[in-house]
């Protein structure tokens, strides 16, 4: 099983910036596609952005040109940088990745317990 801890939340004021690490630990296994995730109140889960262990992206329309993922696969972490950030980005922000089991040769996928981040003047 792969574990994922976030870090990175907090509170900042509208226009501000803010950025999310969230690192895998575990048994023997390769990460493949990694992401981010959010939820507001009341709200489902959404995407914010995935990255593929080859560094190719895909980002919601809401945060294109705002924030950006990237990953560090020597240190299995995965990064997303959010600037200009608006009212409407708060919410709890969840990591999510696609992992391999190299011993068993089976596919897995794990959450992060989520941080909260919460934009407010």
């Known amino acids: 099983q792969v574990q994922l801890v976030e870090s990175g939340g907090g509170l900042v004021q509208p226009g501000g910036f803010l950025r999310l690490s969230c690192a895998a630990s575990g048994s023997i296994f390769r990460i493949d596609d990694m992401g981010w995730y959010h939820q507001a109140p009341g709200k489902e889960r959404e995407l914010v952005a995935t990255i593929s262990s080859g560094g190719s992206t895909n980002y919601a329309d809401s945060v294109k040109g705002r924030f950006t993922i990237s990953r560090d696969n020597a240190k299995n972490t995965v990064y997303l940088q959010m600037n200009s950030l608006k009212p409407e980005d708060t919410a709890v922000y969840y990591c999510?990745?696609?992992?391999?089991?190299?011993?068993?040769?089976?596919?897995?996928?794990?959450w992060g317990q989520g941080t909260q981040v919460t934009v407010s003047s």
């Open positions: 999510n990745a696609d992992w391999l089991n190299l011993e068993a040769g089976t596919w897995g996928n794990s």
